[in-house]
């Protein structure tokens, strides 16, 4: 009775004496020293946030703008925002804001110049209910400054009549809207 006790204990020991070789095979240390480090990719998203709503204030308290975008996504390598469908009102403390919208935009790591890509749209109505509507593919907003510029086609309607050109400096603060180039404008007479 003790031999068949001892060959019982015998063979459990063998058994466990070869998953721990065979354990120690698989996890040795050597195997995890020739793995390659992983890399960052340039446009891996460190953070994302999605339905969002901001509100910017001036120093008085006064709105400075407020946004809503689908989703906005944070490129870590490069430090820039992208942005889903932002809709923005540029209010710069007064009742009648800017209006901008566009397909999608990318922000810089400070926030101080916004690209507008596809679909870019800018319209304000002032306060004797004239509209005034900015149209172009691609447009720069440096929101501190409040302005805006392209270099693009731009169509703008407003003021009684259809102005077109290619490049434009966009002074939002004074309402100075210049066209660089290839300028052409139809007005209804009254």
């Not at 703008?65 to 889903?84: F, G, Q």
Request: proline share 4%; charged share 25%; aromatic share 8%.
């Amino acid at each position: 009775m003790l031999s068949k006790k001892i060959r019982t204990i015998l063979l459990f020991a063998c058994i466990a004496a070869i998953f721990a070789a065979v354990g120690y095979w698989n996890i040795s240390p050597e195997r995890f020293l020739d793995r390659p480090a992983v890399q960052v990719e340039a446009n891996d998203i460190d953070w994302y946030a999605t339905n969002t709503h901001t509100l910017q204030y001036l120093p008085d308290g006064k709105v400075q703008y407020e946004m809503t975008s689908d989703k906005v996504d944070h490129v870590k390598a490069t430090d820039i925002t992208l942005v889903a469908n932002p809709d923005l009102n540029m209010f710069r403390g007064t009742a009648f804001p800017w209006h901008v919208q566009s397909k999608r935009a990318e922000v810089n790591s400070g926030g101080t110049e916004v690209e507008l890509i596809d679909s870019v749209r800018v319209a304000r109505t002032d306060e004797k209910n004239r509209t005034t509507i900015i149209t172009s593919t691609r447009m720069t907003v440096f929101p501190q400054q409040q302005y805006a510029q392209t270099e693009q086609p731009v169509r703008i309607d407003g003021a009684g009549g259809v102005s077109t050109g290619t490049g434009m400096k966009a002074y939002l603060k004074e309402s100075r809207i210049h066209l660089l180039s290839n300028v052409r404008g139809q007005y209804e007479a009254r």
